[in-house]
């Protein structure tokens, strides 16, 4: 039962790690906003809700109830790890890629929104369902 509340989490994990194994030849030049940063902004994203989707994954499950207990936590820890495995994976491992710490700052902020996220649409929900 773990497994199944955690297939769209682990989904999402995969098109992350298929995003960042793209060789850097496959990756546009964008140095006209290179003054923005954009990478940095889809690394939050794809991070919170890899965090998101860890949450309501741990939250939904009754497999493993020390996951109940501290979901946010975990899913931070473990979007966090995940995006520095993948760092280090760019650096080491695929062609015309480096791995990137800023990047890295980015994917555990981007898993500490990924709990704002949550608790923004479990109130939401609450709300709904008392309406």
């Not at 793209?22 to 940095?40: R, V």
Request: glycine residues 6%; positive net charge; aromatic residues 14%.
């Amino acid at each position: 039962m773990l497994f199944k509340k955690l297939i769209p989490a682990i989904l999402w994990a995969l098109f992350i790690l298929a995003l960042c194994a793209l060789p850097g030849a496959a990756i546009p030049d964008l140095t006209f906003l290179d003054w923005l940063k954009p990478d940095k902004i889809v690394h939050l994203f794809l991070f919170s809700f890899l965090a998101f989707l860890l949450i309501k994954g741990f939250t939904e499950q009754i497999a493993a109830p020390f996951l109940n207990d501290y979901p946010k936590l975990i899913s931070v820890l473990i979007a966090s790890i995940y995006g520095v495995l993948v760092e280090i994976l760019q650096e080491y491992c695929i062609s015309g890629r480096h791995g990137d710490v800023y990047d890295s700052m980015a994917d555990a902020l981007g898993a500490i929104t990924g709990v704002w996220l949550f608790n923004y649409w479990k109130k939401r929900k609450l709300a709904k369902s008392h309406s």
